[in-house]
């Protein structure tokens, strides 16, 4: 398959920008069909920006339990996973904490505000901790105890791209990649000399950005990173990673973190926890088998589990 027989598509989704190709050229508009679906639903069902999710319903609730859909069961069991094979690392009950920051609506909305005073005082403490979502899957029912409110940012634009990737592959047998502000799934047979890959700190910026360029032919890519989504408030800067031990932005020595793994959803559950982490990411990520790259703040870069060297530091952001 050459580069020429790829077929691409790009849009507006989540607030960020979205990348479809797809093997087949005749395929695209049905691909495009397939994914609209899967986008949309998930939308309904997560979103913390619209009144009428099933999210924002959940967390007006006040601790009663609400019969959820089958896609937002999902979207909680992956949210769930994620902070259970993390330790709590990367967990959904953030969204009180992005809250008082002012991330309470679409990032292009806080970008054009500007810098913005604190909806805060005094000092957030730990969020209400992933223990305290109790998600009966059979039954699809969930309750919030200890005032826990959900954002589900870290897992399911991740969970989106899975998603429409395996449904297009299966269902139109073609290869195809799929890119959700810079969350890679890959699903059916990738082209013979794979998928490239341009990996930035900002998933949007120009091949001439500093960054490097890999291949993959299966599973999923993320890239997770405090320079893009950040605003000022108060007077400082701060992101949208929230350290759940603190309610705060993470304090990381990595600004960057690209980790590739089975699934979308694995890689950026991987590469969000990294950031949290800080040091002790190389030997966790090393000891887990999953190829990863991590840049500290001065560009220069890490890389572990087989993840390809590049050896160029990268411009400072």
């Known amino acids: 398959m050459t580069a020429s027989a790829i077929a691409a598509d790009r849009f507006d989704v989540f607030g960020t920008t ?10 695209i508009g049905r691909a495009r069909e397939v994914a609209d679906g899967v986008l949309a639903d998930v939308d309904r069902a997560a979103s913390r920006f619209r009144a009428d999710s099933e999210l924002a319903a959940l967390n007006s609730a006040g601790g009663t339990s609400v019969t959820v859909s089958s896609t937002f069961a999902e979207l909680l069991a992956a949210a769930l996973r994620a902070a259970k094979l993390t330790g709590g690392d990367v967990d959904p009950t953030c969204a009180r904490a992005l809250a008082g920051l002012g991330y309470d609506r ?4 806080i970008r054009a505000a500007g810098p913005m005073a604190p909806r805060l005082t005094g000092p957030v403490g730990p969020v209400a901790g992933w223990r305290s979502v109790r998600l009966d899957r059979a039954a699809r029912r969930v309750r919030l105890d200890h005032g826990a409110q959900l954002d589900l940012g870290a897992t399911a634009k ?17 290869g195809v990649l799929v890119s959700l502000g810079g969350d890679v799934a890959i699903g059916g047979p990738s082209p013979a000399d794979g998928w490239q890959i341009r990996v930035t700190d900002d998933h949007a910026a120009l091949p001439s950005a500093p960054g490097q360029t890999v291949t993959i032919t299966a599973g999923g890519l993320a890239t997770s990173s405090t320079t893009v989504r950040s605003w000022t408030v108060g007077g400082r800067q701060v992101h949208h990673i929230i350290d759940p031990a603190t309610g705060e932005p993470a304090s990381s020595c990595w600004r960057t973190v690209s980790v590739a793994a089975g699934t979308c959803v694995d890689a950026n559950t991987a590469s969000t926890a990294a950031i ?3 040091p002790a990411a190389l030997d966790w990520l090393h000891d887990l088998g999953l190829p990863a790259r991590l840049v500290r703040h001065d560009g220069s870069a890490e890389t572990v589990a087989g993840w390809p060297e590049d050896g160029t ?3 400072a952001a």
């Open 276 to 278: 949290i982490r800080g």
């Open 313 to 315: 530091p990268e411009g």
């Open 106 to 109: 679409d990032f292009a909305d």
């Open 18 to 27: 979205a990348v479809l190709l797809v093997t087949e050229p005749t395929a």
């Open 158 to 174: 991740a969970w989106a791209a899975d998603k429409c990737a395996w449904l297009i592959g299966d269902k139109l047998g073609c």
